[in-house]
């Protein structure tokens, strides 16, 4: 993990940074001219391009054929003679990645202690021990056939029972109908586990009755369930489907009246890291503040999901670093090498991952995007490693999720997987939330001034306000509690709540 600390150069002007002592690239903080010299390790640096805010700036000679390094890792090679003071990024920096990268197990590194005097938040115990962070109602649906009935039982229940739970969310999808294998099995195990999830203190599940994925089958292989908490029924099978709806939400009301809130230690919290819309400062600020976050978090007993594989590509060897153990290692291996395997089998390049997005905010090879990417994890123990829709378990640690890049995809994984709270970093912005409380946590202070609606905590004052990265990273923290203890974000205000379930196999 990088350390942002004494690196920042040009203190007075905060016109660019040095992320690792070992970097032989800079970045701009801002825009800058060509031609204007700027002070670096006490030597005067004139650049010989215009720079774009986020984008990269050779700090000495680079050499065709050395290695760029920033995060004081390789992050590709140059294509040609960089001089110092030029535009570094696609036109003269390639990856380094062929597919024969090969990975070593080190030796096992030393578990930290967990430290029990942790900070408090108020949620809501559920009987089987874990703590919900809401009391909502989720409707869920088994087949997209059924989404309207779901969200008019949600509409109607906002209405009718308003301030008796927290929010009616319907948590509606177009799958379930017609689905074979892998897809089949992705929507029955997400549904299964989002069923479980802490957030809710009541669950409707709707079935149609036709559909591939039935609701007999989800909820007798859903194991674990409080059956107080759960109503379920198929539309074919009774005379109105919103009126039962209706009937089913107000039986569990009565059994959701019995929960407060209640003061509760942060090592019942699980939180889910997703980065989307990354630019040239989300490694740098965002990622780095939550990866401190996490850290935190595990030290004081919680569990955090990491995601995102082929946001890992480049950067396997750093996560292998911190495996618990020999096995850990190994399904480390097989998650990435699985990943990769699927963008063979789909006859796609492994390597061209950043977006024309993530290119324009100065990313340039996906080594580049990873190693930013994997700041979200901290520096805390890999001790869990799952298959896509798999719920995480809940002693402390970090976990490693299968689940692609995509926003909607793997932070639904996330919130499948257990987690109460997902903080979202991005450089570019979107609005996306998801079924649970959603922290989008803006690399830069410009997307946080110009898109309030959508952006919760802005790490952008690192780089223009000189704020220290760890005060930064408590308060993103104390945020974090706030939300946990019934704070809205702004996905909750604006009622952005998304589901997306990975499509990878067969449609009848």
């Known amino acids: 993990m990088q350390d942002l600390t004494s690196s920042i150069t040009n203190e007075n002007e905060r016109l660019i940074i040095q992320v690792h002592p070992q970097d032989n690239v800079l970045v701009a903080i801002k825009p800058l001219a060509q031609g204007i010299s700027v002070l670096v390790n006490d030597l005067e640096l004139a650049l010989k391009n215009d720079i774009t805010a986020g984008h990269k700036i050779a700090m000495t000679d680079i050499e065709k054929g050395e290695h760029i390094v920033k995060y004081g890792y390789s992050i590709g090679q140059a294509t040609q003679d960089i001089s110092a003071g030029e535009h570094v990024h696609s036109h003269n920096l390639a990856t380094n990645l062929d597919g024969s990268e090969s990975f070593q197990y080190p030796c096992e590194p030393k578990v930290p202690p967990v430290d029990p005097n942790c900070p408090q938040f108020e949620g809501y115990l559920r009987n089987n021990g874990q703590v919900g962070i809401r009391n909502e109602i989720w409707v869920i649906n088994t087949v997209g056939c059924v989404n309207q009935a779901a969200k008019r039982i949600t509409d109607l229940s906002r209405v009718k029972f308003a301030g008796q739970a927290d929010d009616f969310i319907a948590i509606t999808h177009p799958y379930g109908c017609s689905q074979l294998g892998d897809d089949l099995s992705n929507t029955k195990n997400i549904l ?70 209640t003061s509760q230690p942060v090592s019942k919290l699980t939180l889910g890291m997703k980065c989307g819309g990354s630019d040239g400062f989300s490694g740098l600020t965002a990622n780095s503040i939550v990866g401190r976050v996490t850290d935190k978090l595990t030290h004081f007993g919680g569990r955090v999901i990491l995601t995102e594989t082929p946001e890992m590509f480049g950067a396997e060897q750093v996560l292998m670093d911190r495996a618990q153990s020999k096995q850990i290692f190994s399904q480390i291996v097989s998650l990435v090498d699985e990943f990769k395997q699927y963008f063979i089998d789909n006859n796609q390049p492994i390597y061209e991952n950043p977006s024309p997005g993530n290119k324009a905010g100065g990313l340039t090879t996906l080594e580049e995007k990873s190693l930013g990417a994997i700041q979200k994890g901290g520096k805390a123990i890999i001790n869990e490693v799952l298959d896509y829709g798999m719920k995480a378990s809940v002693k402390p640690g970090l976990t490693l999720l299968q689940a692609p890049g995509n926003d909607a995809v793997s932070s639904t994984a996330l919130a499948a997987a257990g987690a109460n709270i997902v903080l979202f970093t991005t450089g570019r912005g979107t609005p996306l939330g998801f079924p649970v409380p959603t922290v989008k946590i803006s690399s830069n202070s410009d997307l946080a001034m110009r898109k309030p609606h959508w952006i919760d905590f802005n790490a952008g004052q690192i780089l223009d306000a000189g704020l220290d990265v760890d005060e930064c990273a408590d308060k993103l923290f104390d945020y974090i509690l706030e939300v946990a203890s019934g704070k809205l974000t702004n996905n909750e205000i604006n009622d952005n709540r998304e589901v997306a379930i990975w499509k990878n196999g067969v449609t009848l």
Not at 220 to 233: K, P, Q, V
């Open 192 to 261: 299964a586990s989002l069923i479980q999830h802490a957030n809710a203190g009541g669950v409707v599940v709707i079935g149609l009755g036709c559909e591939n994925n039935q609701l007999s089958q989800l909820i007798a292989s859903t194991t674990g369930l409080d059956m107080n908490r759960i109503r379920y029924f198929n539309s074919q099978e009774v005379s109105n489907e919103i009126d039962q709806g209706m009937a089913c939400i107000e039986e569990l009301l009565v059994e959701m009246a019995k929960d407060k809130r």
